[in-house]
Nanobody
């Protein structure tokens, strides 16, 4: 079975930092591009960041670029999202996803999803 498990979410004050982790199992991790999405209450799931199979290419939504960093450790089957300078509008459930394609920026391009981890940023 393919399983993606997110962790590292929590409650932080505006301006603070969090590092999310996504541990993958049941797949050849290095063969998949990985992405992070988020969904706030009443809103659609939106793209946050993605990283290619080897980690050589990264992609970010404009609102996160410069604040967030995506990385991966293929030896540990884990992808990370380092989030700095957090804002209240970053509050959402963050999802990890895996794609056997060319780093899609839309949810429909991903094959597997985790259950999500809650990130709450207070003012």
């Amino acid at each position: 079975q393919v399983q993606l498990v997110e962790s590292g979410g929590g409650l932080v004050q505006a301006g603070g930092s969090l590092r999310l982790s996504c541990a993958a199992s049941g797949l050849t991790f290095s063969s998949y591009a990985m992405g992070w999405f988020r969904q706030a209450p009443g809103k659609e799931r939106e793209f946050v960041a993605a990283i290619s199979w080897s980690g050589g290419n990264t992609y970010y939504a404009d609102s996160e670029k410069g604040r967030f960093t995506i990385s991966r450790d293929n030896a540990k089957n884990t992808v990370y999202l380092q989030m700095n300078s957090l804002k209240p509008e970053d509050t959402a459930v963050y999802f990890c996803a895996a794609s056997h394609s060319v780093v899609p920026a839309t949810p429909r391009g991903y094959d597997y999803w985790g259950q999500g981890t809650q990130v709450t940023v207070s003012s």
